[in-house]
């Protein structure tokens, strides 16, 4: 009997302090997601892939990945699927969680225009090749992705012009997009300087959720959208790009 009531004391000790915690859930490559609860932020190709490709997976849609990994702090979700670079400035910043060693998924990020406006779309194009041409986008490349980790913004790239481009954004997407106080920074924005300054027009960033930018775009509340956006064939259907400008994959982000 007093095996039992020891028992029965442990049982309840555990119930008490130990199995309000989560199963622990192992996913160690893409195929390990069937099945899983899963964070993406909302409109991107992450969220897409999980649609398209992970089977019986309960999907979560998020404003930011950064409200992803929250969720998956917490243990509401069982991984997060985003773009390598913003996923390793997440894990960065939050010990408690991991990246699996297993990218899949590869994209390629690309300005976006309104359907027709090749004006606009070869003058992109242009300032993209001249950007690889004389440097400037390793200059770039460095200090938005430097190997020790301390990200320089450069100076402002100023324009001469005073009619206004409107570039569209979703500035929770670091290093390409993000605040610094109230001032939107990263790759994506040092790059639409250049592109306003060789267009002719003084930049103006407009910040919105993702899933919004493309119907932002299509009314003409912005003229361009650099977001880190990966040219899909779905978004081609709706949207022009430009030239490729960085490769990126698909990670997933777990706890420890």
Known sequence: MKKIVCAVFAA???????????????ITTAADLDGKKIGC????????????????????????GIDAALDLK???????????????????????????????ATEEYAIAVRKGNTELL???????????????????????MPVDGNIVVPDDVESDGTA????????????FEYTVGTKVVGFDATMSQMIARDYNRK????DMS???????????????IAAGMTATDERRQNVDFSE?????????????
């Open 12 to 26: 309840a000790c555990l119930l008490a302090m130990g199995c309000s915690k989560k199963a622990q859930v192992s």
């Open 41 to 64: 932020q909302a409109g991107t190709t992450g969220e897409l892939y999980v649609q398209e490709n992970v089977a019986n997976a309960t999907l979560k849609s998020f404003k930011t």
């Open 74 to 104: 917490n243990g509401a979700i069982d991984a997060v699927v985003l773009d390598e670079l913003p996923a390793k400035e997440i894990v960065k910043r939050n010990s408690d969680l991991t990246i699996v060693n297993a990218p899949f």
């Open 122 to 144: 070869d003058s992109i194009n242009k300032t993209i090749a001249t950007m690889r041409d004389d440097g400037t986008y390793e200059s770039l490349i460095n200090a938005f």
């Open 164 to 175: 206004v481009i409107k570039m569209g954004t979703n500035a929770a997407f670091p290093p």
């Open 203 to 206: 930049l103006e960033i407009v």
């Open 210 to 224: 993702f899933d919004s930018l493309i119907a932002s775009l299509q009314s003409g509340a912005i003229d361009f």
């Open 244 to 256: 490729p400008y960085y490769s990126s994959n698909q990670v997933i982000i777990i706890r420890k």
